[in-house]
Structures are given as C-alpha cells and as structure tokens.
Nanobody
C-alpha cells in the first residue's frame, strides 16, 4: 500500500509564508499525479495545485502567483510553498497522489492565517 505523511501546517499572520510537505512511502511503482487540495469548514474540498508527472503544473486562480508546487521525485515528496498568505487560505490541506493506478490521500494538515 501507499502512505502519505503531511507536515508543515501551522498558524501564520497574513502576508506570511508556510511550506507544506507530503512524503509518499510504501510499494510505489508509478506516480501519475501529485497535488494539494484544501477544505475549509462548511465548504467542499477544492483543488489548490497539481503536478502531473511529465505535465504542466496548474493552480487554482485564488492562489496563482502566491503558491508554488514542486516535487522531489527521488524522495517521492511533493511540496507546497505558500507565500503572501491570506485569511481565506485558512483550511485543512490534503496531499493527493495518484499512484499504482489509484488515488491516495494524506491525513491533512491545518493552515490558519490570522492576525
């Protein structure tokens, strides 16, 4: 099986930065996609950024220009660098990986942007 372990969430002031990490482990034969979703209270889970293997990265309009997704393929790890954070970015952030022909989810990490 594949396990995803997230880290890097926390409390930050508006305008601050955080870097999320998600490490995939287990029996991984192929990865088609690595990305990040977020879920705020009372809202549906939404896509934040995706990094398809061999494809172009894409971002939600709300984070474009502020967030950067990157991957360390040797470590099967995906990162989300979040800059110029806004209160509306407050949510639980979930790592998502398509590997071995199925979807895997991280446990979620809380990001709170508040003064």
């Amino acid at each position: 099986q594949v396990q995803l372990v997230e880290s890097g969430g926390g409390l930050v002031q508006p305008g601050g930065s955080l870097r999320l990490s998600c490490a995939a482990s287990g029996s991984i034969f192929s990865i088609n996609y690595m990305g990040w979703f977020r879920e705020a209270p009372g809202k549906q889970r939404e896509l934040v950024a995706i990094s398809p293997s061999g494809g172009k990265t894409t971002y939600a309009d709300s984070v474009k220009g502020r967030f950067t997704i990157s991957r360390d393929n040797a470590k099967n790890t995906v990162y989300l660098q979040m800059n110029s954070l806004k209160p509306e970015d407050t949510a639980v952030y979930y790592c998502n990986v398509v590997a071995n022909g199925r979807t895997w989810w991280g446990q979620g990490t809380q990001v709170t942007v508040s003064s």
